[in-house]
Each structure stands twice: as structure tokens, then as C-alpha cells.
């Protein structure tokens, strides 16, 4: 949790604001926060709270406290037997990350790192919101306050010396005259605007500021300047301060996160996007897939190993596609353009003209562009550079049509044998080779998707201690599988939740409901089944964000959809969350319904005994329609056996059972045995119901 005392008071969790409360509550938390870690005695704070305190002043500032505990997270507030504390490992206050960025830029300037002290200092100045205790009391809060408004202004400064030995004169002079009008004492600001004066040529300007000051400090304060102020005057008329007019420096920013290995089982696709990009082919490169399977640890990847193509820089940004709060590609200019050396003053606030400026600045530089987890194309056109010997690297789980001439990979789940060189990589290649069988299945519980793999190898190498087939195991626990695939920040669970929240409520309807189907796989009639209506745009969704797998037809010429089995498994989650049982059989029902009718077209087919016009032209070729479908066939008389559809059980064993016998009979597989065996088996269970 994090808790602002630089501007009104303020606790956030996660990026969202959490409501304080009345005056008391943010006077006690801004008290425990100036002191976080250490034990704020009751006295003081019933004391800052009453003039005269009542004889309940204890017992109020438990309950104030309680209701305050009530807003924050767990653990934040601890009760101590004279007082409270705020835990300095359950919080983060802005005040200290202040201190410390503004002791990083001191260091950074003693050695001469002035880049790395203006970032420091313009980073900490950045945190401030306004006045400091905003809207507490003036009487706790003036005496702290000004002690602040003093470490600000000190900050802001520092920022100032540093663009100073940068060479960034202009925005030195942008930034200190509204400085200078807030502090009119302050004579090392006079200092800093006449050095950046003389430095652009500007002597005369910068001997006008001398008497500017001269006149302020001796009419309002009754003294003279400073002797640092009146040398720096002396030294100008002497021409003793340099004219040293220059361009701010050409900035390359490096702002590519670490990842220099080539993602398991994607050195193919690895290789083609590299070649294209050394080759100077695309402008614009996007990688798309699902949640999870490796868009952002490929597109990283491929970034580190074109920077030589790219010598002025490479700039990178997460866009928020998969979420609610997505980033405003205007910002995300701002922030570009700011990394490549525009002065903040000088950055547009019109859009159009923020977007000129950006495309001016890379025009003729060799820049990556690399944008993560966009959301749609709107969000990328305004990042394009224009410059031919720039390029653009997009992820996104939506296919993203509209970039026309754009190079597109689609990124699928791993192969077996790359998914087992990732759980090596991770967990260890002589443990999982100990235990091949039980490493493949996890693979298969994983369902080859890179995230879950990686948490699955991840767990396993916290945990050196568990045998594989034990934590294999775990995963086949289907109701378990995804708690088990949560590892710190990294959670299965989670990123396709992200997905499915921002789907419309059709799309969100039908994916829950798919959770329902027997087998990950199915044809087109079962999603319209499920919901019982048209479903053709709310597939199309699912399809274009990767939660649904679009196979193609079939060899009877039904179109066929596929989830991943997490997904699957999340599915079902939310249908047994979100709908009632009465909604889930109706669901159910239909869709069982569904195949015993067209099991028993398809049987009356195969003895002639049903005319051309049958309703479902798949079932034209019986046999064939039965050979694709006898594997869900099969599981839908389990689960209508297990969830209370006795008669189509029955119904679906016979007919498969009839099947499987003709099949065996004709000599076309002899394998069908068990399959028939297992068939027999379930009907006979579910007559017995």
C-alpha cells in the first residue's frame, strides 16, 4: 500500500485510491506516516486531535484508528501498548521515496553524473501533488509543511545545477522564472537564471536580473545580495562567465527491460523477426497471441538483438491493453518524447502537435519503437515514427487487422519437446530428466503455455525439494490447477481474468458457458447451443483476443473452436461463480440434447433408414461425422452420467456403442474394443440411475 503526504493525504492500493476519511482519520495517518516505523504515542495524538480532549478521547481515537485499519490493507496499522505505528514493511510513503531519489541525485552530481542527478531530482520534485499535509490541520501541519517546501525547493534546484552543467540552458530559464516568482529571496535562483543568460549570450538580460534582485532583497528585506550574487555580477562584467551556447546534447534512451535470451522453443520465429528488422524490411512489426504464451519475453528478446541496427536509441512502453485502464497514447508521447531530450516546457499539450513534434525528434534518427500489451490500433498510430530508419515492435492479444502492412506472427502455444526445455531451463535439466514422465505431465497439464510453464518450473524451484510427480499430481487436481499456477506476480489466473473482464457481456456469457462442454474442442452449433442464440459475433470476439482457437473444418465440413485447458478451466470457474444451477442445466441440456439428436440422425443414416433434407448437413457422411466426434461423444455420455442426464446417457452410449460395433465388425479398428468397453461400461451405470 502506498501512502502520499506530498499534496493532500492520500493511501492508494494497487494504483487505485483508497478513501481516507474525515479530517481526524487523515491527521492520524499523515502523524503515523511522517513517523512510519516508529510508535506515535496515544497522548500526542489525542493531543493533536482535542483542544480540550473529552474523558472518551482514548476510546474515540480506537474506534478513529479501527476505522482507519478498516480502509488500509492487513497489517499496516500495528497497535502498540503506547501508541501506534504505521509497519515500514507494509507501506510505502512518497516522502521517504522523495528523500531517497533526492540523495541518489546528490551523489550523482558530487562524481559528475549530472544525466543521472537530473533524472533524480526531476523524479522527486515529480512526487510532489501540491502543498504538502494539504488538508490537515494547519497547526500539525505548518511547522512540517515548511520544513518540506525547503527539501522541494533544494530538489528543484539540484534539477537546475544539474541542466545547468548538461548545457540544457532553455529550459533552465523555462523552469527558474516562475521559481523566482514563488521564492523573490531566494538568491542562488537569481544565480542560476543569469549563468544560463550568459551561457545562451544574453549578458545584458543577465545583469538586468542582478539589479532585479538588488531592488527586491534591499526594498522588501532592507539588505544587500549575497556575496556569491554580487561576485557572479563582477565576473560578467569582467566577461569572466563563458558564453557556452550549445545544443542540449542528442539523447539515445536505452529503455529496453532485461531479456537477452531467446524465449524456449522460439528461436524459429526469433530468427525471422531479427532478419527482418537487420534487414531494414517492415517498419512495423506485431506479434500477436494469447495471454501468456510469450508475446513481451519475444518482442524483449528480439529488441536486444537489433540495438546495433538502432544506434539512437530504443524506446519501450506497456500500454495496458489488458485492462481497464488502458494508457492514453498521448502520454506515452510525452514520455517519449522527454527520453529523447524535449525539454518537459517544451513538450505540446495539443495532441496533434505532440505527435508532430515526436516524429520531427526521430525523423532522422535509427530508432526501436517497442509497444507492449496494446489494446488496438488507436493506441499504436499516434506512436508510429515516420522516419524510414525507424522500426516498431508491437504485442497485443488482439489480431490488430487495421495496421495493414504490418509483418504479423501469430504466437501458438510450445511444442512438447520446447516445453520441456523451458521446465529444465528453470527447475533444473538433471531433475527433470529424472523424472521425463511425470515432467510431460505437467507439459500437458500446462497445456504448453509458456506462463504456466514457467510458474509450474518456478514452483518447482522454490520447492527443491518436491519430486515432479508429486507437484504433477497437485495440476491434475482440475479444481486446483490454476491456485497452483500462482507464483508472486506471475498468475494464470489472473491474466486470462484480464481478458475476460473486458469482453462485452455476450462474449463473457459464452466464454463462461463453454465451460460447460465436455471436451476442450467442439463444433460451431454447440457455442450457439450453450446460450441459445447467435452466437457468430461473440466467437469472432473471443477469437480475436486468442481465448478461443479458431481450428477450421472438419472432414464432415463442420467449422471447429478449441479453448486452452486453462482457459477451459477457467470457464468453468465462472459459470459455477456467476450462474445459477437452473441456468447451467438449461445450458447443459441443450447441448447434450443437441448431440443425441444429431448421434441419432447419424445412426439412422448409417442404415438408410433417413432421406437427403436430414437438418445437419454434416451428417451427410454418418460414419465419418461419428469418427470425428466419437471422442466427445464419449465424453458427453460421462459427463451426462455424472451430472443427473441419465436418458441421454443411454441414448448416446447406444448409439455410440453401435457405432463402435460396426466399426470393429467392418475390421476398420481394432482399437475401438475399449473404446466400446467404456461406452458399455457408462450405459449401463447410467440405467442403473
Known amino acids: ?19 481516507v476519511g474525515g479530517a481526524r482519520e487523515r491527521y492520524v495517518l499523515a502523524v503515523l506516516s511522517v513517523e512510519v516505523g516508529r510508535v506515535v504515542p496515544v497522548e500526542r495524538l489525542i493531543d493533536g486531535l482535542w483542544a480540550r480532549p473529552p474523558r472518551s478521547a482514548r ?15 492487513d497489517g499496516v496499522i500495528i497497535t502498540r501498548p503506547t501508541g501506534y505505528a504505521l509497519a515500514a514493511h507494509a507501506v510505502e510513503v512518497d516522502l521517504a521515496e522523495f528523500r531517497a531519489l533526492v540523495e541518489r541525485g ?11 542527478a537530473e533524472e533524480s531530482f526531476g523524479a522527486a520534485v515529480g512526487l510532489w501533488r501540491g502543498a504538502a ?3 490537515v490541520d494547519e497547526e500539525f501541519a505548518g511547522p512540517v509543511r515548511v520544513g518540506w517546501h525547503e527539501e522541494r525547493l533544494a530538489a528543484w534546484e539540484g534539477r537546475l545545477a544539474a541542466r545547468l552543467a548538461l548545457g540544457r540552458y532553455d529550459e533552465v530559464l523555462v523552469e527558474v522564472a516562475p521559481l523566482i516568482a514563488e521564492h523573490p529571496y531566494r538568491e542562488r535562483l537569481y544565480e542560476v537564471r543569469m549563468v544560463a543568460l550568459v551561457a545562451v549570450g544574453r549578458q545584458v538580460e543577465a545583469l538586468e536580473v542582478y539589479r532585479e534582485a538588488y531592488r527586491t532583497l534591499d526594498v522588501e528585506l532592507g539588505v544587500a545580495p549575497g556575496s556569491a550574487l554580487r561576485e557572479l555580477e563582477r565576473r560578467i562584467l569582467r566577461g569572466e562567465v563563458p558564453v557556452t551556447r550549445q545544443a542540449a546534447p542528442v539523447v539515445a534512451p536505452r529503455q529496453l527491460p532485461p531479456g537477452l535470451v531467446t524465449p524456449a522453443g522460439r528461436g524459429e520465429v526469433h530468427g525471422e523477426v531479427v532478419a527482418a528488422l537487420r534487414a531494414a524490411g517492415p517498419g512495423l512489426v506485431v506479434l500477436v497471441g494469447p495471454g501468456g504464451v510469450g508475446k513481451t519475453a519475444l518482442a524483449v528478446a528480439v529488441a536486444h538483438h537489433v540495438v546495433e541496427r538502432f544506434p539512437d536509441g530504443q524506446l519501450f512502453a506497456t500500454l495496458g491493453g489488458s485492462h481497464r485502464d488502458r494508457v492514453d497514447p498521448h502520454v506515452v508521447v510525452g514520455r517519449f518524447l522527454r527520453a529523447l531530450g524535449v525539454a518537459g516546457a517544451a513538450v505540446p499539450e495539443d495532441p496533434e502537435e505532440r505527435v508532430a513534434l515526436y516524429r520531427s525528434t526521430v525523423a532522422d534518427r535509427a530508432v526501436l519503437v517497442v509497444l507492449d500489451d496494446v489494446a488496438a490500433e488507436a493506441q499504436v498510430r499516434p506512436l508510429l515514427p515516420g522516419g524510414s530508419s525507424c522500426a516498431t515492435v508491437v504485442t497485443s492479444r488482439h489480431q490488430l487487422g487495421a495496421l495493414v502492412g504490418a509483418a504479423r506472427w501469430t504466437l501458438p502455444a510450445l511444442a512438447v519437446e520446447d516445453s520441456l526445455e523451458l521446465l529444465s531451463r528453470v527447475a533444473g535439466a538433471e531433475r527433470i530428466a529424472a523424472e521425463a514422465d511425470a515432467a510431460g505431465g505437467i507439459v500437458a497439464l500446462c497445456g504448453n503455455l509458456p506462463l504456466a510453464l514457467c510458474v509450474a518450473a518456478g514452483r518447482l524451484a522454490v520447492h527443491p525439494t518436491w519430486r515432479v510427480a508429486e507437484f504433477r499430481d497437485r495440476l491434475a487436481e482440475e479444481r486446483r490447477r490454476l491456485d497452483e499456477l500462482s507464483l508472486g506476480d506471475l498468475d494464470v489466473r489472473a491474466v486470462i481474468a484480464a481478458g475476460y473482464r473486458l469482453l462485452d457481456p455476450s462474449a463473457r456469457l459464452l466464454l463462461r458457458r463453454l465451460g460447460l462442454s465436455a471436451t476442450p474442442e467442439w463444433p460451431a452449433w454447440v457455442a450457439g447451443a450453450l446460450v441459445g442464440g447467435d452466437v457468430d459475433r461473440s466467437l469472432e470476439t473471443l477469437a480475436d483476443v486468442h481465448l478461443v482457437e479458431v481450428l477450421g473444418r472438419d472432414r464432415v465440413g463442420q467449422e471447429r473452436f478449441r479453448l486452452h485447458g486453462l482457459v477451459h478451466d477457467f470457464a468453468a470457474e465462472r459459470v459455477a461463480a456467476e450462474e445459477s444451477p437452473a441456468e447451467r442445466d438449461a445450458a447443459l441440456g441443450r447441448v447434450l440434447g443437441g448431440w443425441l439428436v444429431r448421434a441419432g440422425v447419424a445412426e439412422e443414416r448409417l442404415g438408410g433408414r433417413v432421406g437427403p433434407d436430414s437438418p445437419d448437413e454434416a451428417i451427410a457422411a454418418p460414419r465419418e461425422w461419428f469418427e470425428v466426434e466419437s471422442g466427445v461423444l464419449t465424453a458427453c455420455v460421462d459427463q451426462a452420467s455424472r451430472l443427473g442426464f441419465p436418458e441421454v446417457a443411454r441414448g448416446l452410449a447406444a448409439r455410440l456403442a453401435g457405432f463402435l460395433a460396426l466399426r470393429a465388425e467392418s475390421g476398420a479398428s481394432r482399437p475401438g474394443s475399449g473404446g466400446r468397453q467404456r461406452v458399455a461400461r457408462t450405459g449401463v451405470s447410467a440405467r442403473s440411475t
Open 1 to 19: 500500500m502506498r501512502i502520499g503526504v506530498l499534496g493532500p493525504v492520500t493511501a492508494w492500493r494497487g494504483g487505485d485510491a483508497v478513501p
Open 59 to 73: 476510546a474515540q481515537l480506537h474506534n478513529l484508528v479501527s476505522r482507519l485499519r478498516a480502509r488500509l490493507d
Open 106 to 116: 546528490r551523489r550523482a552530481a558530487e562524481v559528475g553524473d549530472h544525466g543521472v
Open 133 to 135: 499535509l494539504a488538508d
